[in-house]
């Protein structure tokens, strides 16, 4: 499963958070708590006619789960950019933009305070009982309607902040300073700089046991950009053409990059419009032959598994804790029984439900082993499969 970061182009005319949206399933999996009328903390300080509502907007470094048409992918912030975002928001005077779901607009809510989490035991948040790690983009919104307060907050019916702007996934993020080496390898030979350093050799894995027609779908997007006078594509692409046309290796990071790329690229793909450049960029990655490819190299190699941070692992295409009580309250919420552990990284991880499934064929199955769709539903605002328990 891909685990994609989000970042900010500041560069970019459209980039950043547009609004605060208050919903029944926060992303970040962690309730606001309300300073007002029915609020059980019996703090003197706090005015019962406030009406606040007082939590995390952006949590770094937390995967957060989503879906497109490609399948299910996890993203996550660092630190630098939560702050960020949680800047340019304010610079940008959109702390009265608001919505209901991430659908509707609504009037009537402010952000009227906003920090970030620097100590998590002398923070404001602990005094209200609530824990954050350090990083943590916090506010506090004020619900000047009445209406807004009775129908949603007082009846439970929105439990948590949810963010919505536009970010872009930093593997597609052009960087000045990378020529022929992609910033995912980059990124690995940083991280084992004190190695290099004391002379340990460190070597990339790497394969061209590609077949023939990704080189030549490499070659043939070279020759259609230079029709269009090379003006698709990032240096990134072009480098990468020019790798596969010339059969050159690629490493492991690289080969799940070009699966993530090309699955999502695959719409923008024309055969009958050779002067797109959708479909030029689509070619010098290699095409429907080079996914294919990496698909099955990832596969084949096991890299379904990576340790996000010490709370979070993803163990063969699936999400692992490090407590057993977030893995059962995570079966509770997907709708199965139990925990199972899984040791990876000399390190014990905690998974929802008793099987751990990783077959294909289960893998295509609407719902989970002892369950069977019964219609459909909405969640988080798409159309899901319902799925009940198997009556024996």
Known sequence: MRIVELILDEEQEYSGIEAISIVERPAIEEDFITLGQKVEYKLAEIDTKKKILLGALLIPNKPILRSSEDGEYYIYFSKDTVR??????????????????????LKGLSLVESWIVE?????????????????????????????????????????????????????????????????????????????????????????????????????????LNKKENNKCATDVGKIRAQQLAQKEKVSVSTIKRMYSYLSRAEEYYDPSDTTACGTISYLLWGGKSAK????????????????????????????????????????????????????????????PCEEHIIEDTDLKKPCWKGYEQYGTKMKNGRKVPNCVPIKR
Not at 87 to 104: F, R
């Open 84 to 105: 960020k975002a949680s800047e340019l928001y304010l610079m940008e005077g959109n702390q009265n933009q608001a919505t209901l779901e991430h659908q509707m607009k």
């Open 292 to 351: 294919n490819w990496a698909e099955s190299k990832i596969k084949s190699l096991k890299l379904y598994s990576q340790k996000i941070n010490e709370e979070y692992a993803i163990i063969d295409d699936r999400l692992g804790y490090s407590t057993q009580e977030k893995a059962e309250q995570m079966a509770k919420n997907i709708g199965c029984d139990g925990f199972h552990t899984h040791d990876f990284e000399d390190q014990t991880w905690y998974m």
């Open 119 to 223: 100590d998590t035991e002398k923070d404001k948040s602990a005094f209200y009982g609530l824990s954050y790690p350090v990083g943590t983009w916090v506010g506090s919104v004020k619900v000047t309607s009445d209406k807004i307060w009775e129908e949603f907050v007082e009846t439970g019916r929105v439990k948590g902040f949810s963010i919505e702007g536009y970010f872009q996934d930093k593997t597609d993020y052009k960087k000045d300073n990378l020529s022929s080496i992609e910033s995912e390898e980059a990124e690995y030979l940083l991280s084992n700089i004190k190695d290099i350093v004391n002379g340990v050799h460190i070597s990339l894995e790497s394969y061209n046991d590609y077949p023939d027609a990704v080189s030549n779908n490499a070659k043939r997007g070279i020759e």
